[in-house]
Nanobody
Framework: VQLEESGGGLVQAGTSLRLSCVAS????????MGWFRQVPGKEREFVAA??????????GDSVKGRFTISRDNTRNTSAVFLQMNGLIPDDTATYYC???????????????????WGQGTQVTVSS
Protein backbone atom coordinates (compact mmCIF):
# COMPACT_ATOMS: atom_id res chain seq x y z
CA VAL A 1 0.00 0.00 0.00
CA GLN A 2 1.79 3.08 -1.21
CA LEU A 3 1.29 6.63 -2.44
CA GLU A 4 4.10 8.51 -4.11
CA GLU A 5 3.94 12.20 -4.97
CA SER A 6 6.01 13.99 -7.59
CA GLY A 7 6.07 17.24 -9.50
CA GLY A 8 7.09 19.68 -6.82
CA GLY A 9 9.80 22.26 -7.28
CA LEU A 10 10.89 25.87 -7.08
CA VAL A 11 8.86 28.24 -9.25
CA GLN A 12 8.15 31.94 -9.54
CA ALA A 13 4.88 33.52 -8.50
CA GLY A 14 2.25 33.48 -11.22
CA THR A 15 3.42 30.26 -12.80
CA SER A 16 1.97 26.74 -12.68
CA LEU A 17 2.86 23.29 -11.44
CA ARG A 18 1.19 19.91 -11.76
CA LEU A 19 1.57 17.47 -8.92
CA SER A 20 1.06 13.76 -9.41
CA CYS A 21 0.39 11.02 -6.91
CA VAL A 22 0.65 7.40 -7.99
CA ALA A 23 -0.94 4.60 -6.00
CA SER A 24 0.20 1.02 -5.84
CA UNK A 25 -0.72 -2.12 -3.95
CA UNK A 26 -4.42 -1.43 -3.31
CA UNK A 27 -7.82 -0.73 -4.88
CA UNK A 28 -7.32 2.92 -5.71
CA UNK A 29 -10.76 3.46 -7.25
CA UNK A 30 -12.51 2.65 -3.96
CA UNK A 31 -11.04 5.65 -2.16
CA UNK A 32 -11.64 9.36 -2.03
CA MET A 33 -8.35 11.06 -2.82
CA GLY A 34 -7.21 14.31 -1.29
CA TRP A 35 -4.36 16.77 -1.31
CA PHE A 36 -3.13 18.54 1.81
CA ARG A 37 -0.25 20.86 2.45
CA GLN A 38 1.81 21.76 5.46
CA VAL A 39 4.45 24.29 6.44
CA PRO A 40 6.67 23.82 9.50
CA GLY A 41 4.98 24.85 12.71
CA LYS A 42 1.48 24.86 11.23
CA GLU A 43 -1.32 22.34 11.00
CA ARG A 44 -1.87 20.34 7.86
CA GLU A 45 -4.19 22.30 5.56
CA PHE A 46 -6.81 20.82 3.28
CA VAL A 47 -6.30 21.67 -0.38
CA ALA A 48 -8.65 19.55 -2.47
CA ALA A 49 -10.40 16.19 -2.69
CA UNK A 50 -12.06 14.15 -5.42
CA UNK A 51 -14.63 11.36 -5.11
CA UNK A 52 -14.19 7.78 -6.27
CA UNK A 53 -15.55 8.35 -9.75
CA UNK A 54 -14.30 11.93 -10.01
CA UNK A 55 -17.85 13.31 -10.12
CA UNK A 56 -17.45 15.41 -6.99
CA UNK A 57 -14.65 17.72 -5.92
CA UNK A 58 -14.09 19.94 -2.92
CA UNK A 59 -11.52 22.73 -2.57
CA GLY A 60 -10.05 24.72 0.26
CA ASP A 61 -10.97 28.39 0.19
CA SER A 62 -7.40 29.52 -0.37
CA VAL A 63 -7.04 27.58 -3.63
CA LYS A 64 -10.51 27.82 -5.18
CA GLY A 65 -10.36 29.00 -8.76
CA ARG A 66 -6.61 28.37 -9.01
CA PHE A 67 -6.14 24.65 -8.33
CA THR A 68 -7.84 21.70 -10.00
CA ILE A 69 -7.85 18.13 -8.73
CA SER A 70 -8.37 15.17 -11.04
CA ARG A 71 -7.81 11.43 -11.01
CA ASP A 72 -7.23 8.53 -13.35
CA ASN A 73 -8.81 5.22 -12.36
CA THR A 74 -8.05 3.29 -15.51
CA ARG A 75 -6.76 -0.24 -15.25
CA ASN A 76 -3.09 0.54 -15.73
CA THR A 77 -3.05 3.91 -14.01
CA SER A 78 -3.99 4.76 -10.46
CA ALA A 79 -3.16 8.39 -9.95
CA VAL A 80 -4.47 11.68 -8.68
CA PHE A 81 -3.29 15.06 -9.92
CA LEU A 82 -3.27 18.62 -8.69
CA GLN A 83 -2.98 21.33 -11.32
CA MET A 84 -1.85 24.51 -9.60
CA ASN A 85 -2.16 27.75 -11.52
CA GLY A 86 -1.48 31.31 -10.45
CA LEU A 87 0.89 30.22 -7.71
CA ILE A 88 1.63 32.67 -4.93
CA PRO A 89 4.30 32.59 -2.21
CA ASP A 90 1.68 31.52 0.36
CA ASP A 91 1.33 28.26 -1.60
CA THR A 92 4.82 27.28 -0.46
CA ALA A 93 4.51 24.05 1.50
CA THR A 94 5.03 20.33 1.44
CA TYR A 95 2.13 18.78 -0.46
CA TYR A 96 0.76 15.39 0.48
CA CYS A 97 -1.74 13.16 -1.22
CA UNK A 98 -3.93 10.90 0.88
CA UNK A 99 -6.72 8.34 0.60
CA UNK A 100 -9.98 8.21 2.52
CA UNK A 101 -12.94 5.84 2.78
CA UNK A 102 -15.31 8.45 4.22
CA UNK A 103 -18.49 8.83 2.23
CA UNK A 104 -19.59 12.39 2.94
CA UNK A 105 -17.82 15.26 1.23
CA UNK A 106 -18.16 17.25 4.46
CA UNK A 107 -15.65 14.84 5.97
CA UNK A 108 -13.07 15.16 3.25
CA UNK A 109 -11.46 18.30 4.66
CA UNK A 110 -10.32 16.60 7.87
CA UNK A 111 -6.86 14.99 7.63
CA UNK A 112 -7.90 12.62 10.41
CA UNK A 113 -10.29 10.96 7.94
CA UNK A 114 -7.48 9.84 5.64
CA UNK A 115 -5.85 6.48 6.29
CA UNK A 116 -3.12 6.36 3.67
CA TRP A 117 -0.55 9.12 3.08
CA GLY A 118 2.31 9.77 0.75
CA GLN A 119 5.70 11.12 1.78
CA GLY A 120 5.09 14.57 0.33
CA THR A 121 6.62 16.78 -2.34
CA GLN A 122 7.98 20.26 -1.72
CA VAL A 123 6.57 23.26 -3.56
CA THR A 124 8.35 26.58 -3.18
CA VAL A 125 7.01 29.73 -4.80
CA SER A 126 9.30 32.73 -4.97
CA SER A 127 8.03 36.29 -5.24
Amino acid sequence: VQLEESGGGLVQAGTSLRLSCVASGWTFSSYVMGWFRQVPGKEREFVAAVSWGALNTVYGDSVKGRFTISRDNTRNTSAVFLQMNGLIPDDTATYYCAASTYFSYTQWTDPGHYAIWGQGTQVTVSS
